[in-house]
């Protein structure tokens, strides 16, 4: 099952090492990470979606996160209510008459067509899981070649 | 003053008197200064030893130990020393030097990057890239190896920080967001665990390495002796309760005592404290101790129900927990009976060898115990010797017995005898070895004899690297895959470097040579030739429950 886990850390070099070598090492799956600068610039937030079997995993997880020096938080959004939001791009082959059929499934769903040039477009959304998977879904009978996903962020 | 001046004005105010190090290029600057020091500075052969010192003066005085290395090959030699330290949380700090900054990731001559390397064997480790950040930084590191779930810390410094100029200034406290470890435990949870103990009619008490970490050998035998509960230690463990006290079931696990595994898997309450359940001690995960209730006092909490659920988890330092949990328990339960059954273990299933055939193993224990008055610091390689030294050897103070736990590192003993007797002179400090883990850092008795640091060491010399032996004759039908030694002879080699060697083959030579070995005013080697077949037993084959012993008579 995926979690949704947010780390704060004292924004120094190496603390992404730490935190992903705490991962590999005990052999945990990021299935994504996004990291930034907060409004405090000696702070640096990270929101990890995690891959755990079980509730003792993810428990461990947060523990072995907790006890890095550098790691000032560890929030856990499995049971709390949270807002969390993605950006993925994705490009589709579009011809002339696929481009009115993408823009009409643009109306009903999440997205917007940013780049159309040579026989490709580019649709970059925002939103939750619910709405990027039934975006993904639409756009299946389309050819995609690239699909990009900047990993999800939350708040609680 | 410059960086390798503020490094050592540090060193001096977190009351560092005894530093093991070996020099190098990138550590130039900060030896010119360590030149007119006033430290104890031991110059080892190799810088593992460095490390392995370190750590035997840390677990012998319970004070952080120092190394510095050069950078390169210097620093990546202190690894294991320092990942030993990791996996038993010895406090330590672990200087070194680094390429200068600007040349930092320009795979420069000696350069490599320890803090990348050690970053998994390390509780935190730093690279100082500003001057004015190394007294903090110095401060922040005993800090953090000293407090919490102790460990080793590392601090690389280039080259050219060392040379740099700034003032001193040295921080008053340490105040860090990201780091506060919980000392004191939760207050309704001590109530619940004394209650708990109150009902119990079959506790058990099952102590590990950080009941002597935090010092609270003292508290255990007052809660021991006020519930009336055995004691089983780790191996980590042994010496934080006396091993002669008659509430004590010695040590558990695969090779524990018999009495000490049927206790614990036959328990309704275990109190574990400062132990963390490792698989050594455990064994088959399902069908440990089926029937107890779990109370687990540790300071770390990712120890906690990582292995085994635990019923009522404490947080905090084992002491203060201790000192907060004892007169909570207002009720003593009633442990005649399970004691009864105990004793009766004990009878049926003494810890026991054959006495006949060659010179035992096991005797050349009992016999250093006993001529010492178990008052001497052991200190252990890994293999069969550390075992039987954990099942013979009696332990009756904390810090007197020294070995590798976690990590299971061969070539510790010597090199943290070496330490531990710089740390504490006063004490007899025997390295119990075999004869494959001596070779493993052996050339550190030349630090020994021209520092007149004069450990004595007991190789119980089989022939064999002795506990892979073992397992291949009870699990891979005798075939004895490269594990026959050829070796040198020790006596002789003693003599090569100063020492005093000693060959021992007779029951009778045992005392004698023992005896002799204290007496002489220098380094001695004692080569024990030892029966070479004898096994550790009992034992429980890895991956098999707790109560599977193999071995009993």
Not at chain 1, 136 to 150: K, N, V
Request: with cysteine; net charge neutral; hydrophobic share 45%.
């Amino acid at each position: 099952m995926r979690h949704t886990v947010s780390v704060t850390v004292e924004n120094k070099f190496g603390v992404l090492a730490r935190v992903a070598g705490l991962f590999s090492a005990r052999g945990y799956n990021i299935a994504s990470l996004a990291v930034s600068e907060t409004l405090d610039p000696s702070i640096s937030y990270m929101t990890i979606v995690v891959d755990a079997k079980d509730e003792a995993i993810l428990e461990q997880i947060k523990k072995q996160l907790n006890k890095l020096v550098d790691v000032i938080t560890v929030t856990d959004f499995t049971k709390k209510e949270h807002l969390d939001r993605e950006l993925v791009l994705v490009k589709v082959r579009c011809g002339a008459k696929v481009k009115a059929k993408l823009e009409a499934l643009l109306k009903k769903h999440i997205g917007a067509l940013v780049q159309c040039k040579d026989d490709t477009a580019i649709i970059e959304a925002v939103g939750g899981q619910q709405e990027i998977k039934a975006l993904l879904e639409a756009l299946q009978p389309f050819s995609i070649t690239e699909l990009i996903r900047t990993g999800r962020i939350a708040l609680a | 003053m410059t960086g390798a001046e503020i490094l050592i004005e540090c060193l001096k105010r977190e009351g560092v008197e005894v530093i093991f190090g070996y020099p190098g290029g990138q550590v130039l600057p900060l030896f010119d200064k360590l030149y007119n020091a006033p430290f104890t500075f031991i110059l080892p052969r190799h810088e593992q030893a460095a490390a392995h010192a370190a750590d035997g003066y840390a677990r012998a005085t319970g004070k952080p130990g120092v190394c510095i290395a050069t950078s390169g090959p210097g620093a990546t030699n202190l690894v294991t020393g320092i990942a030993t330290a990791y996996m038993d949380s010895i406090p330590m700090i672990a200087i070194t030097g680094q390429v200068k900054s600007f040349l930092i990731g320009n795979d420069a001559f000696q350069e490599a990057d320890i803090t990348g390397i050690t970053r998994p064997v390390t509780k935190h480790n730093y690279l100082i890239k500003d001057v004015n950040d190394i007294a903090r930084t110095v401060r922040e590191a005993f800090y953090i190896a000293t407090t919490g779930r102790p460990g080793p810390v590392l601090i690389d410094l280039p080259a050219d920080v060392q040379m740099q100029e700034a003032p001193f200034v040295w921080p008053e406290s340490v105040e860090m967001r990201s780091y506060k470890p919980t000392y004191a435990g939760h207050p309704g949870q001590i109530k619940k665990a004394a209650r708990l103990i109150s009902r119990a009619s079959r506790p058990i008490i099952y102590a590990g390495g950080g009941v002597i970490g935090s010092s609270a050998c003292l508290e255990l035998r007052e809660l021991a002796e006020k519930i009336q509960a055995p004691v089983t230690m780790t191996l980590m463990g042994l010496g934080a309760f006396p091993s002669t006290h008659p509430l004590s079931l010695g040590m558990l696990g695969m090779h524990g005592t018999a009495y000490a595994n049927h206790a614990i898997m036959e328990s309704d309450l275990i109190l574990a404290v400062g132990a963390r359940f490792d698989d050594r001690v455990t064994g088959k995960l399902d069908a440990f101790a089926p029937k107890a209730q779990i109370i687990h006092i540790d300071i770390d909490p990712s120890s906690i129900s990582k292995n085994v659920r635990v019923h009522i988890p404490i947080v905090g330092d084992c002491r203060t927990v201790l000192r907060d949990l004892i007169p909570e328990i207002k009720k003593k339960p009633d442990t005649g009976a399970w004691l009864g059954t105990i004793a009766e273990w004990k009878k049926k299933f003494p810890l026991r060898y054959e006495t006949s055939g060659g010179l035992k193993p096991q005797y050349v224990i009992e016999q250093i115990c006993k001529i010492t008055n178990n008052e001497a610091i052991l200190t252990t390689e890994v293999g069969q010797h550390q075992m039987w030294a954990a099942q013979w050897g009696k332990y009756i103070f904390p810090r007197s017995f020294i070995s590798s736990g976690g990590l299971g590192t061969m070539g510790f003993g010597f090199p943290a005898a070496m330490g531990a007797k710089m740390g504490r002179p006063e004490k007899t400090v025997f390295d119990i070895a075999g004869d494959g883990s001596i070779q493993m850092n052996i050339q550190e008795i030349a630090t020994c004899v021209c520092n007149k640091i004069n450990v004595k060491v007991a190789i119980l010399n089989n022939g064999y690297l002795g506990m892979v032996r073992q397992w291949q004759e009870l699990f891979y039908k005798r075939r004895y895959s490269h594990t026959t030694l050829f070796n040198p002879d020790f006596v002789k080699l003693a003599e090569a470097y100063g020492a005093v060697g000693i060959r021992v083959s007779k029951k009778e030579d045992v005392a004698p040579a023992i005896e002799r070995a204290i007496a002489t005013d220098n380094v001695v080697f004692l080569d024990f030739q030892v029966e070479p077949e004898e096994n550790v037993f009992p034992m429980v084959p890895a991956g098999e429950a707790l109560n599977q012993m193999r071995g009993l008579a």
